[in-house]
């Protein structure tokens, strides 16, 4: 039982940490990596691939190494159950990222409208490419949505990323 609560746990806590790596790393010092995704969507391109996906093949490496890290170190065994919640999480992610909202690896001729129940998670997640700015989060898209904006989001420490940066 105390597995399941603490996968639980840290399926929960990632929407924060979620938030966190999307406002400060992905539209801070990373931005040139996830500015790929910004511009894609701004074309309304949907491609297989592009250079933002660097991110969850590194949180997925980072998740590999602590699930060694529980299985082989005494004392450490708590981060199984927590990488299982994180694991879940970024499933959850990719299902409504990826595949609801963006429509990512579904063949066009089978593209329908975003569910119903992924409606108002697109519509927060569109308007932050639209503007930058909040919302930063995906699954719980209101975490931060009463932060101050601008027109284009500056106020919030960030710009739509499909604007041009200077280098």
């Given amino acids: 039982m105390a597995d399941v609560v603490v996968a639980l746990a840290a399926f929960v806590v990632m929407e924060p940490v979620t938030y966190a790596a999307h406002r400060w790393l992905m539209h801070g010092p990373a931005e040139r990596l996830h500015r790929s995704h910004h511009r894609h969507v701004a074309r309304g391109v949907v491609p297989r691939a592009e250079a933002n996906d660097a991110f969850p093949v590194a949180f997925a490496a980072v998740v590999g190494a602590l699930l060694v890290l529980g299985y082989r170190v005494a004392g450490y065994g708590a981060l199984v159950p927590a990488c299982v919640g994180v694991t879940a999480y970024g499933a959850a992610y ?8 963006h429509r990512r690896w579904i063949p066009a ?4 409208a975003t569910p119903r129940a992924a ?5 927060a997640h569109l308007r932050h490419h639209l503007r930058g700015g909040e ?3 995906m699954l719980w898209w ?7 904006r601008g027109a284009a ?6 710009r739509p990323s499909h604007a041009p940066v200077e280098p």
């Fill in 153 to 158: 989001g500056q106020a919030s420490g960030s």
């Fill in 142 to 148: 209101r975490l931060g949505a009463g932060a101050p």
């Fill in 119 to 123: 409606a108002r998670l697109a519509e």
């Fill in 135 to 137: 919302p930063y989060g």
């Fill in 94 to 101: 990719l299902l409504v990222h990826d595949v609801a909202i």
């Fill in 109 to 112: 001729r089978r593209r329908a």
